[in-house]
């Protein structure tokens, strides 16, 4: 993530003037140990010579090492791999909302951690001619690229906090890899620190691309459609659920059927308002928080004038459709693939299990007070994480999300929507079907959904 903060431009400018006799002894210091070897071109054989079957390209197994390295941030202590785990799809595995990061790893971030799987497939940021907004990279698309993405959390005062490109550049020549870097990219990639910079982000990138584990689709739903595993009666009833359109109608932005040669991605790459409740756990989102990376866009939009909002599309993480206010509030549909590991879920982790997203979904607006609360618990307006001006942006007129609509599910009926969704999760084996493992909240039943929704009921009161 970025900001576009004052102070934190300054302080980047500064840190690169003192990073720059450090960066030219460093560098100087590489250049005279690794005279002689190589033409400098970046065609050497490593770099050039076609992988084996099922196995990286020397430009991702420079990405692979880059993605886990700790010691390319200020704090030494967080790297990709820090926040993208493999076991949770490459999202983060910590029970926070935001994670935390900086110099001294606490400082709190401003969005969850999405997840990287299937990431590969997202289409350049576009808004066609019908207005609709599609693809691009962070959940508000800022990002035309894998590789840009990859090089932005560098920078992120609350991430991986590099001052500058040269600062970076001077954690790169002390790795033990460089040799590896430079055989790919040229021993030119390491003397200017803009190169260095996107040379990182195109390894992180092709690693991305070429490691399968970002790219499975070895869940049972697959399976299920090559014929080698049966489906549930409940997960079966929740399939048919998220592709009715009078009942879940997820699969009007979660789309589940293939396109072209690749399988079902569970999304469209579009922007959504759906009026996600605030949550009141995200550090920035308090009123009077002194962090100095939480720009204060809310005291001109006026009610209920809290200090900060995430506005999505319009801001303030992304600058360039500022003025389109009718997207305000507008985030990028995520895939649902694995989705039973990524939680907590939606773009600020405002919930933690499967069921508590369901069941909102269905009762938005036929309960609201369930869902939309105050810091202290106690009610709140309705679509509470938008000032009033922009409450017209929320999706009301689709289902589930019409009010006055009576909710399209039972209980029962949500539980086997869970139990469906939990069918998408990586690793099924039809071989050894019972050493499938998802975690305990695929175990819905009407009853546990019954609890989810009184128990927000009460945390409301």
Request: net charge negative.
């Amino acid at each position: 993530m970025t900001t576009n903060n004052g102070s934190a431009r300054a302080r980047c400018h500064r840190g690169g003037a003192r990073a720059l006799a450090g960066l030219a002894a460093a560098l100087c210091a590489w250049l005279v140990a690794s005279c002689g070897g190589g033409d400098g071109t970046g065609s050497s054989d490593a770099a050039s010579a076609a992988p084996a079957a099922g196995q990286l390209s020397a430009m991702a197994q420079v990405g692979e090492k880059l993605f886990t390295d700790t010691a390319l941030s200020a704090s030494g202590k967080q790297s990709c791999a820090t926040c993208h785990l493999a076991s949770r799809a490459f999202a983060g595995d910590d029970p926070l909302a935001v994670p935390l990061g900086g110099p001294d790893m606490d400082l709190p971030g401003l969005r969850n951690t999405p997840a990287l799987a299937y990431n590969q497939f997202t289409p350049a940021f576009s808004i066609g001619a019908d207005g609709k907004a599609v693809g691009g990279f962070f959940r508000d698309g800022r990002s035309p690229s894998l590789a840009d993405q990859a090089e932005k959390p560098f920078f992120t005062p609350f991430e991986m906090a590099n001052a500058s490109p040269e600062e970076l550049l001077g954690r790169l020549l002390t790795r033990p890899y460089l040799d590896q870097f430079t055989a790919v990219f040229g021993k030119a990639s390491v003397q200017d620190a803009t190169t260095a910079l996107h040379n990182i982000g195109q390894a992180l990138a092709q690693y991305q691309k070429e490691d399968p584990v970002f790219r499975q689709f070895s869940s049972k739903y697959d399976a299920y459609l090559k014929g080698s595993a049966s489906l549930t009666p409940q997960e079966l009833n929740g399939l048919a659920l998220f592709n009715n359109p009078a009942k879940g109608n997820c699969t009007a932005c979660h789309v589940s059927t293939p396109t072209a040669t690749t399988p079902a991605l569970f999304t469209d790459f579009s922007y959504d308002n759906v009026g996600i409740p605030r949550n009141w756990k995200i550090p920035a989102n308090i009123d009077g928080n002194t962090l100095s990376y939480v720009p204060k866009n809310g005291t001109a939009l006026g009610e209920p004038n809290h200090d900060y909002y995430d506005l999505g599309l319009c801001g303030p993480l992304r600058d360039d459709l500022a003025s389109r206010t009718s997207r305000c509030g507008a985030f990028k549909v995520p895939t649902l693939r694995n989705i039973a590991l990524t939680g907590p879920y939606f773009h600020n982790g405002v919930f933690n299990t499967l069921e508590e997203v369901v069941a909102w979904y269905i009762t938005r607006d036929t309960d609201p007070g369930r869902w939309y609360t105050r810091a202290d618990g106690t009610p709140d307006i309705q679509y509470n994480d938008l000032p009033t001006a922009y409450a017209g942006n929320v999706n009301v007129s689709e289902v589930p999300y019409i009010p006055g609509l009576a909710p399209t599910l039972t209980n029962s009926e949500m539980a086997d929507l869970v139990r469906f969704l939990c069918t998408l999760t990586d690793g099924f084996d039809p071989a050894n079907p019972s050493a499938y493992t998802v975690p305990a909240q695929c175990n819905a039943t009407g009853a546990s959904v019954a609890a989810t929704r009184a128990g927000a009921a009460a945390a409301a009161k």
